[in-house]
């Protein structure tokens, strides 16, 4: 059964930082892309970033550029995300998900989400 499970979220003043953790169970990520996404009250989901294991391709939304880092731990088979310099608007409930083309463009499976608050 393949699993996704993230980790990592919580309360954070702004300015702060947080480290959201995927793991992975039942394959592994070298065989997909894996993307982090967010939702916020009354917003619909969005993009935050990807990566490609296999063919080092990365994304991120314009409104994370040069705070959020996306990377990946083949040895723990985790995807992790490092977010700095966190602003309110970033409050929300981040979901990581796993896309077997590699595309960064559909995905298959997905976690079941972690919360973060992000406080003026």
């Known amino acids: 059964e393949v699993q996704l499970v993230e980790s990592g979220g919580g309360l954070v003043q702004a300015g702060g930082s947080l480290r959201l953790s995927c793991a992975a169970s039942?394959?592994?990520?070298?065989?997909?892309?894996v993307g982090w996404f967010r939702q916020a009250p009354g917003k619909e989901r969005e993009g935050v970033s990807c990566?490609?294991?296999?063919?080092?391709?990365?994304y991120y939304a314009n409104s994370v550029k040069g705070r959020f880092t996306i990377s990946s731990d083949n040895a723990k088979n985790t995807v992790t995300l490092e977010m700095n310099s966190l602003k309110p608007e970033d409050t929300g409930v981040y979901y990581c998900a796993a896309d077997k083309r590699r595309l960064c463009l559909g995905y298959d499976h997905w976690g079941q989400g972690t919360q973060v608050t992000v406080s003026s």
């Open positions: 990566f490609s294991n296999s063919d080092g391709r990365t």
């Open positions: 039942g394959y592994t990520f070298d065989d997909y892309a």
